[in-house]
């Protein structure tokens, strides 16, 4: 039974796009014992052809696919109507391609291989930004807030990470080592109180910040 409401007895949906077979049935099983209904789709191609008339959840989408890559996907779903939070799935090296995702609307994205509570983390603020109009508002609020005491070379560090630049292109434009850069990197995250680079990506997008133009 698929519709523009919740079904299956008002649970949570989520539509979770993966070529591999081994990511889908690791997810499906973490998710499902968490208490969500998951639906399962092998390409981005597949998913697209039933996205209008799924159910309104949570989708979590590979970057990486044949036939259509994440980013592709993400952006026919903004064209088609299809306005359901997003959690982009990435391999090993792929931050600047979750940058993009995420100033494309992500809500959050998840390096492979990843832990069940980083899942369900994300999942959890995925519904949370479907149920609460008001919570991008609050979310710049204090985002602002956090960003407001950092030093002026930390927020350029993170106004690079923002845009997907790795640490020796930051430590370039602005002249110094990268060694100084992990330094700043680390005391930045530390001040946001954030454990991962995505927490800390978050922050940076709801800050304003990542808006370099391409």
């Known amino acids: ?45 597949e998913f697209l052809k039933e996205a209008k008339s799924a159910a309104v959840g ?18 026919a779903m903004a064209a088609r109507g299809v306005n359901m939070p997003v959690i982009v799935l990435t391999g090993h090296g792929d931050v600047s391609v979750a940058v993009q995702a995420m100033k494309g609307g992500a809500v959050d994205f998840l390096e492979k291989p990843f832990e069940k509570a980083a899942l369900l983390g994300a999942v959890s603020r995925a519904f949370a930004r479907l149920d609460d109009v008001d919570l991008r508002t609050l979310e710049t609020s204090e985002a602002g807030v956090r960003v407001a005491a950092l030093t002026p070379r930390e927020r350029e560090v993170m106004e690079g990470l923002a845009n997907g630049l790795p640490n020796k292109t930051i430590a370039y434009d602005l002249g110094c080592s990268s060694r100084t850069v992990e330094v700043h990197r680390a005391s930045l995250m530390a001040k946001l109180e954030v454990r991962n680079l995505s927490e800390a990506l978050r922050i940076a997008f709801a800050a304003g910040m990542g808006r370099k133009p391409k």
């Open 1 to 45: 039974m698929r519709g523009r409401r919740r079904n299956m007895g008002d649970r949570r949906v989520i539509h979770l796009v993966d070529d591999e077979e081994s990511i889908r049935k690791a997810a499906s099983f973490a998710l499902k014992t968490a208490g969500y209904d998951v639906v399962t789709y092998a390409s981005g191609v």
């Open 58 to 75: 949570c989708v979590i989408l590979d970057v990486r696919m044949p036939e259509m890559d994440g980013l592709e996907i993400q952006a």
